[in-house]
């Protein structure tokens, strides 16, 4: 028989904790496992990151919830590696190859990426992914494309404030461009690497996304779950500003 589960005794913290979210962990799992590690009674996080994504994610616990809308709207930098040459159905390292295009990489000269670098600064425009949640008619876009169903979407205008692309590597001999991205919120940086791997003539994927800032909050703030797991319960709650 199995012994009974024992009931986690939850209380109020109010604060924000900022965390470097680790891969694998989707926004909301993460927050349930830091809300269970503070046995605090009320939780949200401000901004989701996928789980193929590490890197600053706020929780707001209690009366900073409140907060969560402000970073919301927060500016966001993230480094980024795009693999070229390959172009799949999430636009990610998770989805199937559709398409490989081979990689002139005498093409991609420092003008030529400094051209790309100046077209997708600024205002642009995206088209939301199909695996992502935003909602049409009331059902997650990533519904409809796991169930084999592509549905329109209709671009959304962004805001980039910063880019750097350098050419970079994934592995022994893939080629890839290393993205710094400062933008607005509501930019998909898996849409930004998929359009410029196709500016570039080649196409690409990311496989690799980090968030280092959100609203001048540093990854270098930032605990790890590893490092809070190790802690005391009192040096949990200090790590809650």
């Given at each position: 028989m199995n012994a009974p589960r024992t009931?986690?005794?939850r209380r109020p913290v109010h604060g924000v904790l900022l965390l470097d979210k680790p891969l694998g962990w989707s926004s909301?799992?993460?927050?349930q496992k830091v809300k269970w590690l503070l046995r605090a009674e009320k939780a949200g996080h401000t901004g989701t990151l996928d789980p193929l994504a590490s890197g600053v994610l706020p929780l707001c616990f209690g009366a900073a919830t409140?907060?969560?809308?402000?970073?919301?709207?927060?500016?966001?930098?993230?480094?980024?590696?795009?693999?070229?040459?390959?172009?799949?159905?999430t636009a990610d390292a998770e989805g199937d190859v559709v398409l490989e295009r081979a990689v002139d990489l005498a093409a991609i000269t420092p003008e030529r990426?400094?051209?790309v670098q100046a077209q997708f600064t600024g205002a642009i425009r995206q088209v939301p992914p199909m695996h992502s949640a935003l909602k049409k008619d009331g059902k997650a876009l990533y519904e409809y494309a796991r169930a084999g169903v592509e549905v329109e979407r209709a671009p959304r205008d962004v805001t980039i404030h910063a880019l750097e692309l350098a050419v970079s590597q994934v592995g022994k001999a893939q080629t890839a461009i290393k993205i710094i991205v400062t933008c607005s919120?509501?930019?998909?940086?898996?849409?930004?690497?998929?359009?410029?791997?196709?500016?570039?003539?080649?196409?690409?994927h990311l496989t690799f996304l980090r968030r280092i800032d959100t609203g001048?909050?540093?990854v270098q703030r930032c605990v790890t779950l590893a490092a809070l797991?190790?802690?005391?319960?009192?040096?949990?709650?200090?790590?809650?500003?």
């Open positions: 009931r986690v005794q909301n799992d993460i927050l409140k907060f969560s809308q402000l970073q919301l709207e927060a500016e966001k930098t993230y480094e980024a590696i795009a693999r070229l040459g390959q172009t799949t159905t990426l400094a051209q919120k509501g930019t998909y940086i898996r849409t930004l690497g998929e359009d410029i791997g196709q500016a570039l003539g080649c196409g690409a001048g909050l540093g797991e190790a802690m005391t319960e009192d040096e949990r709650l200090a790590c809650v500003q």
